[in-house]
T-cell receptor, first 114, second 116 residues
Framework: AQKITQTQPGMFVQEKEAVTLDCTYDTSDPSYGLFWYKQPSSGEMIFLIYQGSYDQQNATEGRYSLNFQKARKSANLVISASQLGDSAMYFC???????????FGTGTRLKVLA | NAGVMQNPRHLVRRRGQEARLRCSPMKGHSHVYWYRQLPEEGLKFMVYLQKENIIDESGMPKERFSAEFPKEGPSILRIQQVVRGDSAAYFCASSPTGDISGNTIYFGEGSWLTVV
């Protein structure tokens, strides 16, 4: 069984600063993928970034990077140079290799302050 | 190339009525998934379908909920005799294959069901 834990229900960050959203996971599968999604107030799920369990380097996508620490089973999302439009819910998810299910965390609500 | 299309975006039903949510996957995708998001929670897997087949419905409530993905037309999530606890956002997603660990699935914009 897999599990995702997001311990920060809410976070604040000043505009233009960096912020880290925590995600820890639990899985017994040797191969898996980790994902981050953004859900703005309009409700849609926006894919941000993906990290494979065997990827040697941390994933980056523009202002998003994933701080992947496999031994600690953590996959924190780092948003650099925060913008007001980054205010949203952020969900971490995991999927084991060969499967078709995402297991989502409960999310972190980020508020960017002007 | 249109994304995953869901409709309606918002649906209001009285208790006891039926709700039908539709999902058209991305072009070329034959794998469809439905997830439910209760208020202030993350998404929870409901069902996985391929054309004309239900592959895994382990996340579906045993009663009142059903899903289909016919050979022609969209996937349908049907909720009979809705209750207030069914109020949630229902997301459809699609993928080109059934192994999504190394491949993202593409979500629709969601359908928000409110039961009054």
């Amino acid at each position: 069984a897999q599990k995702i834990t997001q311990t920060q229900p809410g976070m604040f960050v000043q505009e233009k600063e960096a912020v880290t959203l925590d995600c820890t996971y639990d899985t017994s599968d040797p191969s898996y993928g980790l994902f981050w999604y953004k859900q703005p107030s309009s409700g849609e799920m926006i894919f941000l970034i993906y990290q494979g369990s065997y990827d040697q380097q941390n994933a980056t996508e523009g202002r998003y990077s994933l701080n992947f620490q496999k031994a600690r089973k953590s996959a924190n999302l780092v948003i650099s140079a925060s913008q007001l439009g980054d205010s949203a819910m952020y969900f971490c998810a995991i999927s084991a290799s060969g499967t078709y299910k995402y297991i989502f965390g409960t999310g972190t609500r980020l508020k960017v302050l002007a | 190339n249109a994304g995953v299309m869901q409709n309606p975006r918002h649906l209001v039903r009285r208790r006891g009525q039926e709700a039908r949510l539709r999902c058209s996957p991305m072009k070329g995708h034959s794998h469809v998934y439905w997830y439910r998001q209760l208020p202030e929670e993350g998404l929870k897997f409901m069902v996985y379908l391929q054309k004309e087949n239900i592959i895994d419905e382990s996340g579906m409530p045993k009663e009142r909920f059903s899903a289909e993905f016919p050979k022609e037309g969209p996937s349908i999530l049907r909720i009979q005799q809705v209750v207030r606890g069914d109020s949630a956002a229902y997301f459809c997603a699609s993928s080109p294959t059934g192994d999504i660990s190394g491949n993202t699935i593409y979500f629709g914009e969601g359908s928000w069901l409110t039961v009054v």
